[in-house]
């Protein structure tokens, strides 16, 4: 799944995004030609998108690693020592699951709500669809070397990160 340059990578700051865009969308949809009805089927989708990413995901990697370890303990642990069975990490009540597909709605809509012709840069800053070109963090690109040695001949390998610019130079 490729992610745009306006959406976040990384889960806590997609909950922040997520919970920006469903309270803007309440303001700015209709304007683009959002139905009340799809707006409320968006905020669904994402107060679930959202639950999932800071209770459902991280209850059930944290699951996941408490009976691999007792699996491990179980079968390779010493007779002497004790072992209790994980409980299951308990978290809070989910919203009603929606049918699968959130991101690719979510994309779809913001397609459809930069194509209205009511659509202004000042609504897209605002609902926070609109790529940002520089990275306050990252002013620069980085880049690093690897040497690569081979039989007849050696070569530098350059990688590099643009954070969002257009390009670089070499």
Same mark, same amino acid.
């Given at each position: ?22 309270l803007r969308l309440t303001i700015n949809g ?5 139905? #009340?009805?799809? @707006? +409320?089927?968006?905020?669904?989708? !994402? /107060? ?8 459902? =995901? &991280?209850?059930?990697?944290?699951? #996941?690693?408490? @009976? +691999?370890?007792?699996?491990?303990? !179980? /079968? ?8 209790? =069975? &994980? ?48 990275s306050v963090e990252h002013s620069d690109p980085g880049y ?27």
């Amino acid at each position: 799944m490729s992610m745009l340059h306006f959406f976040p990578a990384t889960d806590a700051e997609q909950v922040n995004w997520l919970t920006h865009y469903a309270l803007r969308l309440t303001i700015n949809g209709t304007t683009c030609g959002i139905s #009340a009805r799809e @707006i +409320a089927r968006t905020q669904a989708d !994402l /107060l679930y998108h959202r639950w999932f990413i800071q209770f459902g =995901y &991280p209850a059930r990697l944290n699951d #996941a690693k408490a @009976i +691999a370890a007792y699996k491990k303990q !179980l /079968l390779t642990g010493h007779s002497q020592d004790s072992i209790i =069975y &994980p409980e299951p990490i308990s978290t809070p009540k989910p919203p009603p699951q929606p049918v699968p597909g959130i991101y690719t709605r979510l994309m779809n809509q913001i397609s459809r709500i930069k194509a209205s012709p009511n659509y202004t840069e000042t609504i897209g800053k605002d609902l926070g669809i609109i790529p940002l070109m520089h990275s306050v963090e990252h002013s620069d690109p980085g880049y690093w070397l690897t040497t690569e040695i081979g039989m007849n001949a050696s070569r530098v390998q350059i990688d590099f990160t643009k954070y969002g610019h257009e390009g670089i130079w070499i």
